[in-house]
């Protein structure tokens, strides 16, 4: 009889289920709007950057020397190559010491800015650069700084050089555009970090006698750590891919060789696209290793949470 009972519920169950909206059915079993609604969102990322980066991994163990050398001769090949494998180090020289200053930068700025009254209207001339492009600023920098610009112009006009000053198509061009054309980005984070630290937390150690300086070195900063980490992360894998003004303001085949020009050449110069392919996975490699230093030693300088500086 419990049996017979049993069956006769589970067959009012299912029919009741079935009866019941699709809606609700997919609710039942976690599936609700909200989750429906990133659907599109998860394949966007799996066909535009899932995809691509594994389909480039595995053409990177495709090499024209499979044959005779092996899976990894286009790693061997790189790491073999003081000419490609410099490029690395010359993309870290443009790369860590653009992404220090411009937050060096960015926190002094950040601090004066949030006590203005036009705050808004100075914030947007202060990332007008990002509008402007890459490509713009070196050619910018090229009227301003070339041999024949504005500047070398001028300082010979008033005597003040016998001579052009060299400022382009070299490492200090680069550096230019690259800082430059990262500062808003950098400036806009660090200002997001600071405004989000409680100002009772200045008032209260002004209250205990700690000066401007004594303040900012332990109370504020131990807040920004985190923010700022985060921040020095997003704009050095911004310039580490550093393409167009290694091109337009430095030079290609010597300082400047980045390794993003270097893929370039692979692909574009050899047709080696396997080639082309390892040569991005070692970038992104790279990128992930600095990322992953800088994020595991945050931790070090944190000493508590702020309002916009938690990571």
């Not at 230019?176 to 409680?198: A, M, Q, R, W």
């Not at 750590?225 to 997003?234: D, V």
């Amino acid at each position: 009889m419990n049996a017979l009972t049993d069956t006769f519920e589970d067959g009012r169950r299912a029919a009741s289920t079935q009866k019941r909206p699709l809606r609700m059915r997919l609710a039942q079993r976690g599936f609700d709007g909200v989750t429906l609604l990133m659907l599109p969102a998860v394949l966007f990322v799996i066909l535009l950057f899932v995809y691509p980066f594994m389909y480039g991994l595995f053409l990177s163990f495709e090499p024209k020397k499979m044959a005779t050398e092996g899976i990894f001769a286009n790693y061997i090949t790189f790491f073999n190559d003081p000419f490609l494998f410099d490029t690395i180090w010359k993309t870290l020289r443009l790369a860590v010491p653009v992404s220090i200053l411009n937050v060096a930068l960015s926190i002094p700025i950040a601090m004066r800015v949030r006590l203005m009254r036009r705050q808004r209207l100075l914030t947007t001339i202060l990332v007008i650069p990002i509008t402007l492009g890459t490509v713009l600023i070196a050619e910018g920098l090229l009227n301003y700084l070339g041999p024949q610009g504005w500047l070398n112009r001028t300082l010979i006009t008033f005597h003040l050089i016998d001579g052009p000053i060299r400022l382009v198509h070299n490492y200090a061009g680069v550096f230019l555009s690259l800082l430059i054309s990262g500062f808003p980005f950098t400036f806009l984070l660090t200002l997001s970090y600071v405004t989000g630290i409680d100002p009772s937390l200045e008032q209260a150690a002004s209250t205990l006698g700690a000066n401007a300086r004594a303040r900012f070195r332990y109370v504020i900063l131990p807040l920004l750590a985190q923010g700022l980490a985060i921040a020095f992360c997003l704009t050095f894998v911004q310039m580490f891919s550093v393409f167009p003004s290694a091109v337009l303001l430095g030079e290609p085949a010597g300082s400047t060789r980045v390794i993003s020009i270097a893929a370039y050449v692979a692909a574009f110069e050899e047709y080696d696209y396997s080639m082309a392919s390892a040569i991005a996975m070692i970038m992104g490699f790279v990128q992930l290793l600095i990322v992953v230093l800088i994020l595991a030693s945050r931790h070090i300088f944190y000493r508590g949470p702020a309002g916009g500086a938690k990571g």
